[in-house]
């Protein structure tokens, strides 16, 4: 493969298997650099015995390969100091540059996510509650708080001072909800996070820029139908996880990239929002069960539906995928039908993905069946799998007209087959 740089995205609504093919692909790699999302992200990686569930360093750290935070994260500081901790204490070595223009996720904004969602009553988005969205409604409301801030004393109490104030009037006046935070506890407290921190800063989008013959890796986090704009409007998250946002969000020039694309071989979603393959009852369990689809952020059990080529259609178009990694085929291992979305109908007329929420909760979905197969989970080749198999992953390929380079049979690393 070329030098370009790669970016893991994920095609659906996250939870695909970013993590595990990160982890896979940043044993080459030199950089591995974490763009938009916080840590309402979790990305799993088995090693071994071993599960490392991480929020907000990006998956190189398990290779101890160097990582990134670039400006588009919104950062919790309290989360990333335990992180990090949790890694070293996992005998990881752990070396991390963040970008001082990071936005900072406050305590308010954690309270106002919290609020802001009960407010909604059964139109709650089912957020993590991380504060994502509040923090980056700041960052684009020009009153976030940025690491580099946390350095600055005197400026950092003059900022603080005035966002402390609107959010108290927020949270009391609009929500009627009582603001407990403390002004001068919050205040100390990120001073001493931001000296914690203060090792860690690095221009990313100065060295990223500069060291171009470095390997470099971008993990998205989410996936594409939770884009702030292509998504499921408004059952979405606040980030750009699409493969473009990657030179915004690292600060580097628009340059060509391998775009990677993880598919989960079913779908799944956690939170609100539609769903036009869900599955109910028997089905469904069988595909929270055999895939253990509990959110690794929130632990909430996530809806469950078959592959759906007409969204893939679509997460093509936005992210230019140049090859898929297809993630959990051993989950479909032991039914005796599969089936894939191939086309929408809206009243028996055919549509292509609609732009809006009330379409796609009125699309019905067109199936095509395929005969069940066997995957062990041991084979080591795309030869070694069954034809059956082997015919679902082809109508996948020429459906979409891009090839897989990565089948996922298993969380272990070894679990793996590249085509
Ligand atoms: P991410 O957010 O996209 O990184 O995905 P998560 O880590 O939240 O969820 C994927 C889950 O599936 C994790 O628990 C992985 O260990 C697991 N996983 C990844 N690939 C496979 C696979 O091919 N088969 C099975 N059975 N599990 C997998
Ligand atoms: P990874 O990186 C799956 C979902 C939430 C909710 C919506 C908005 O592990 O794939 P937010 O807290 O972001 O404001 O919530 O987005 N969500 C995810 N779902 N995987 C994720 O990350 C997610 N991050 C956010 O459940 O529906
Ligand atoms: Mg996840």
């Known amino acids: 493969m070329n030098n370009n740089p790669k970016v893991i995205v994920g095609a659906q609504f996250g939870d695909e298997g970013k993590g595990k093919i990160t982890d896979l692909l940043a044993e080459k790699a030199d950089y591995v650099v974490r763009y938009q999302g916080g840590n309402n992200a979790g990305h799993t990686i088995k090693v071994g015995e071993t599960e490392f569930k991480l929020h907000l360093l990006p998956s190189g750290v398990v290779h101890g390969k160097e990582c990134f935070i670039g400006n588009g994260v919104v950062l919790d500081p309290e989360v990333l100091l335990q992180e990090i901790n949790y890694a070293k204490e996992n005998g990881l070595d752990v070396q991390l540059s963040i970008d001082p223009l990071v936005n900072i996720i406050m305590p308010y904004h954690k309270l106002l996510d919290g609020v802001s969602e009960s407010a909604l009553n059964d139109k709650s988005i089912g957020t993590t509650k991380k504060g994502i969205g509040p923090a980056y409604e700041d960052k684009f409301g020009r009153r976030g708080i940025r690491l580099i801030d946390l350095l600055d004393r005197v400026a950092f109490k003059e900022k603080l001072t ?234 996948i390929q020429e459906y979409l007209d891009v090839p897989i380079s990565i089948l996922s049979i298993g969380p272990d690393r070894n679990q793996t087959i590249f085509l």
């Not at 006046?173 to 090792?199: I, M, P, T």
């Not at 997460?315 to 085929?329: D, E, I, P, Q, Y």
């Open 162 to 395: 005035d966002v402390f104030q609107l959010k108290k009037k927020i949270v009391e006046k609009v929500y009627g909800k009582a603001f407990l935070l403390n002004f001068d506890k919050v205040y100390s407290e990120y001073l001493e996070y931001g000296s914690q921190l203060q090792k860690y800063l690095t221009d990313v989008s100065r060295k990223l820029s500069k060291e171009k013959q470095k390997s470099i890796i971008f993990e998205g986090a989410q996936g594409t139908f939770l884009d702030i704009t292509y998504g499921t409007y408004p059952y979405v998250t606040s980030s750009h996880p699409i493969s473009g946002s990657v030179f915004l969000g690292a600060g580097i020039a628009p340059q060509e990239l391998n775009t990677i694309g993880i598919v989960k071989a079913y779908t799944t979603r956690v939170g609100e929002g539609p769903f036009v393959t869900e599955l109910y009852g028997k089905l469904a369990d069988y595909f929270v069960d055999k895939g253990k689809e509990f959110g690794t952020t929130t632990g909430r059990k996530r809806r469950c539906g078959w592959l759906d080529l007409v969204m893939l259609r679509y997460a093509h178009r936005l992210n230019g995928f140049t090859s898929l990694a297809v993630t959990k085929l051993d989950v479909l291992s032991g039914l005796d039908e599969i089936k894939v979305a191939i086309d929408y109908q809206i009243e028996g007329t055919e549509t292509s993905y609609p732009l809006t929420c009330s379409s796609l909760e009125k699309c019905e979905p067109v199936y095509k069946s395929f005969a069940g197969f066997a995957v062990s989970g041991n084979e080591k080749s795309y030869d070694d799998l069954e034809e059956k198999a082997k015919v679902y992953l082809d109508f």
